[in-house]
């Protein structure tokens, strides 16, 4: 099944493997547009069924690292047209991953120095990369957020809604809004860091309730089948707490997704291990929920791997994160069921070409 092509009422893809968005900040970090070198990066790895963008930043305030390429004007949208006519000309599709980092920020990122934005005024326990003295990038801890307001709520749905608009004048197949990982509309779900006693704090409703208002916001944009939704149950990466009830929670929001059409749930598993046990109850419970397509993340290195889930009908698409990175025809070495190249951590968000552009392909 893994190499067979998916098709909704939008779109069709050649395969079921997906590249999953993954940052590699080689922007320049001054005006986020993305260039060449970018360019050449996703045309080398077109032969994926579909590209999930790295996440391409809504607004200034949205960025929480250095030098991520981003789409809130229109250079950045023009810049982006570039990659998607690469992509396209290999015949490939993409989706920009729409993104905002929310807490996990520090005020050197953003143009007017503002403080990272919050669900909450509760801090983030990790660490991000700003500008050094000489411009290059530097870790630095997470910067004190300030919790949003009513009104500036109003504002980053507005941003997801312009952001979606533009991903389609630069020519991407589609859309995913980043809802994932602990960054802000994660945020907003987490009972532990949620605070908030307004519309958009307490039950799970109001946790969700800025989620689905993007979703909605940006369905006006792009027609849902072309939209996908990320989420990483039992997640606890940027400082998170797991969610008490997983399976009350995901479901609960699949449910929501199905009701309003959305293409694509993508579902990611940062532990890379539950999603592979067949008896675990989360996938089936979302494969219930909601009648598009389930995306899988988390640990696929084989074929053997991506065929199990597909087989049980607990996923429909396949997203492979780190091996696309070494492996641009990725598609093909799994095809052959080939060696890959191994990745180098290393240069993984370091500036230039090595461990970006210079993988030998097969």
Known sequence: M????????????????????????????A??????????????????GLIISEGVPVSDRARGY??????WNESQAAGW???????????????????????????????DGSAPAGVSIKPAATQTMI???????????????????????????????????????AGFDGVEIHGANGYLLDQFRCPALNDRNDAYGG?????????????????????????????SPYGVANDMVADPEPLVTYPWLAR??????????????????????AAHSMMPALRDAFHGALIACGGFKTPAACEAILTRGHADLIAIGKPFIANPNLVERLRRDAPLNKWDAATFYAPGEKGYTDYPPL
């Open 2 to 29: 893994l190499f067979d092509p998916y098709s909704n009422s939008a779109l069709r893809l050649a395969n079921r493997i997906a590249m999953a968005p993954m940052t590699r900040c080689r922007a320049d970090h």
């Open 31 to 48: 005006d986020a547009v993305p260039n060449a070198m970018i360019v050449e990066y996703y045309r080398q790895r077109a032969s994926a």
């Open 66 to 71: 250095i030098n991520t390429p981003a789409l």
């Open 81 to 111: 047209k570039r990659v998607t006519d690469a992509v396209h000309a290999a015949d490939g599709k993409i989706f920009a991953q729409l993104w905002h980092c929310g807490r996990v920020a520090h005020s050197a990122l953003h143009a």
């Open 131 to 169: 500008p050094g003295p000489d411009g290059r990038p530097v870790p630095a801890p997470c910067g004190q957020p300030q919790a949003l307001s009513l009104q500036e709520i109003r504002g980053v749905v507005a941003e997801f809604a312009h952001a979606a608009k533009l991903a389609m004048q």
């Open 203 to 231: 039950s799970l409703a109001n946790r969700y309730r800025l989620l689905l208002e993007v979703v909605d916001a940006v369905a006006a944009e792009v027609a849902p089948e072309r939209i996908a939704v990320r989420q």
């Open 256 to 277: 929501e997704l199905n009701r309003r059409g959305i293409g694509f749930l993508h579902i990611y598993c940062q532990s890379a291990d539950w999603i592979h046990d």
